[in-house]
């Protein structure tokens, strides 16, 4: 379950990210889901953006991989991890992807 405290910042990345896209491709700022009930219903979610709307969809079917299960990208992951740990501070972080 989340906290209120991780939701607040969910709800703060949000519309620092809602900033961002207006100015991208000038589109009007999405609204942060009303009912945080939403937040709990699923462990991930896509920000969708239809007709204006914004909302998050869930993904029900996860593929679950451990940071353990991954062999050979140990360099990656610290710069993974210390990306992270900036994001948090609310420092300037990057987009991370995954793949293998």
Do not use: C
């Not at 939701?7 to 519309?15: G, M, R, T, W, Y």
């Not at 620092?16 to 207006?22: G, H, Q, T």
């Not at 009930?37 to 969809?57: C, M, N, P, T």
């Amino acid at each position: 379950m989340l906290t209120d405290t991780t939701v607040a910042k969910l709800h703060e990345v949000l519309d620092r990210l809602d900033a961002v896209l207006e100015k991208v491709d000038g589109l009007l700022p999405a609204q942060a889901p009303a009912d945080d009930a939403v937040l709990d219903s699923a462990l991930a979610f896509i920000w969708q953006r239809r007709s204006g709307a914004a909302s998050f969809r869930p993904v029900r079917y996860l593929d679950v991989i451990r940071l353990d299960d991954l062999k050979g990208i140990d360099r990656q992951l610290r710069v993974l991890e210390r990306n992270t740990r900036q994001f948090l501070r609310g420092a300037p972080a990057n987009h991370v992807l995954l793949w293998g």
